[in-house]
């Protein structure tokens, strides 16, 4: 953690489905200005914690401080409003409507009609996604609804961005492009990224967190992280000598 | 091209709304006018359904249920004061009110799409059942006797505001109608352009990202049900007007099933759609009726498998489309 005051921070947050725990006593900080990932085989809990800081699943115990203010059961709509924008794991898009018409419900926070307009066409530009403006959210491959989407979390200018698998289905060149974007996008604000690309995690993150069955396993650069023992058992099993993710 | 597709479609509404308001009353017999009167009312009502399932993406079963409020509460209302200004408003508010209650309850419970279907269709069903028992002169208000399943007959007219002497006749409620028509038309369209409109369009594309995007989706949802009840509720004010009568059966589930079927032929997700759907849909109805040709519901179901097999998202879609596929290549196809 990079600030002195975490922007974020979970004190034994829990979420159950029946008897599975799938968040399971979480206490986790990130700075302001920091850019975190946070990696975990499938089903360690990463996509649930996201969904319980964005207010879409209720946490069944913990608490969440976001900049200081207790957000924990909170709605989607009210924790957005404090300034958190996630991007889904599958794109969220509204996709009947064009790829402009997308991005400028997302600058509601601008003001006047001609800030708004302004805006748009500035993360149109940034997702380089501008001649595509007019098309239907619904027609772009899939590399493109991910920058769209994109697009939608940076429109407000959030303080903390949520990223689940941004890269999920891209090819390596998109890859690369989105974490050039992504490092982009961390000049001065809070980045936390879900992500199973190595390639990716090495090109942006600061510190990584390990998610292991609901759990925390271990929090450290990606070197380090990536050289535990314990990670690589996680993800290859015990005994085996293999590189992480 | 979409500049012109939406210029063209206004000045088609503009049009249609200039030959209903100032040719047809000059070129057709006062019972034309009668027949048409009834037709653009129920326009009104497949306009709610237009607004709150086509573009709120809310498929509410219980539009009849605010059409037949607004009836009745205008009838008990104007029957009472002897006057229609405040009986009209009063037509408004109280389904709009409904809209809002009933509302509140099922966007703040987070009751899913299929849910809400069946409690607006339980909620129509409740009046017809709950009015339907009401014969007997122990159910009155003030000086309306309810009736039961007879109705009210007898509903005064919609008279010049302040001078219930001067009512409106047959000619004047077909003018009356068709302006309320247009405005409400009118009115919709112009809420769609702004960012509330919008928004609701967003909702219904995508209601979780519009959440997390801030948008109080519940407080949108409950916004449009009241606009829609509020409309629905002025449509049953000008059929209880028109044929001086109200009865239960507004609130029946063939009526609820009829409106839902103007507002899919014409084309879920338009406001023209609607109003052609409803306006196509009751004429062939009326028409087949007096010949006496085949029975009205057989054709019409016909006719709605046959618009489901070859025009699934209705009349005005499926025409768009046909345009869009007959227009030269190059063009913009949208």
Redesign the interface.
Known sequence: MTGATPLLETASLTRRFGGVIAVHEVDFQVGDGELRCLIGPNGAGKSTFFRCL?G?LRPTAGRIRLAGHDITGD???AI??RGV??K?QVP??????SVD?NV???T??CGSRAARRRRTEEVLATIGLARQA?R?AGELPHGQRQWLELG?VIA?DPQLMLLDEPTAGMTRREVAETADLVRRLAEGRTIIAVEHDIQFIRMVADTVTVFHQGRILTEGTVDAVLQDRAVRDVYLGHGRNARAC | MNWLRDRTGLLGAGVAGAVLIAVVPAATEVYVQFELTLFLIFAILALSLAWVWGFGGILSFGQSAFFGLGAYTFAVAVINLGESTLPILLGVLVPALLAGLLGYFLFWRRISDVYLAVITLAVSLIFYYLIGASAGSQYRIGAALLGGYNGIPSVPPINVPGAPEQPLVYGDLYILTAIVLAIVYGGLRWLLATDFGRVVVAIRENEERAQLLGYDVRMRKLAVFVIGGGIAGLAGVLFAAWGAYVSPNVFSMTFTAQIIVWVLVGGLGTLSGAVIGCVLVQAVMTWLGEAKLADTNLVLGAGFVLLVLFARRGLVPGLRDLLARIRPPGRDPR
């Open positions: 964005s879409q709605g989607p709509h957005a409003r924008a996630i889904t969220a898009l509204f996709d009947g409507l018409e400028r419900l997302a509601w926070r007019s239907p939608l407000g």
